[in-house]
């Protein structure tokens, strides 16, 4: 009877081993899985943000484009209007007082 006795005892024993070296396994791969996680979320925020920049730059570099595109178009038709004017000053002053006097 001791003999079954210590028997099933080693093999609770064993058991109970099994388990805690389960457990430290296990302990082990959560944290293998945590670190790698981590890694990987550190890795696609860098590239999330890379990627962000790169179209910040984009928007920010077609923006200066078209504000130079709209200054320019601005300055041509301020040109314009200065060159007609001085062109036809004394034609509009004279509409003016045309316009004027008729009343």
Do not use: C, P, W
Request: cysteine-free.
């Amino acid at each position: 009877m001791d003999s079954i006795v210590n028997k099933l005892t080693e093999i609770e024993d064993a058991a109970s081993a099994i388990v805690r070296h389960a457990e430290d396994q296990k302990a082990v791969m959560d944290k293998e899985y945590e670190e790698k996680r981590k890694a990987f979320d550190a890795k696609l925020e860098a590239e999330t943000e890379a990627k962000l920049d790169a179209i910040r730059a984009g928007l920010e570099k077609k923006t200066s484009q078209l504000l130079d595109s709209q200054s320019d178009s601005s300055t041509a038709a301020i040109q314009a209007l200065r060159k007609e004017y001085e062109e036809k000053h004394t034609e509009y002053a004279r509409e003016i007082l045309k316009r004027i006097t008729e009343v």
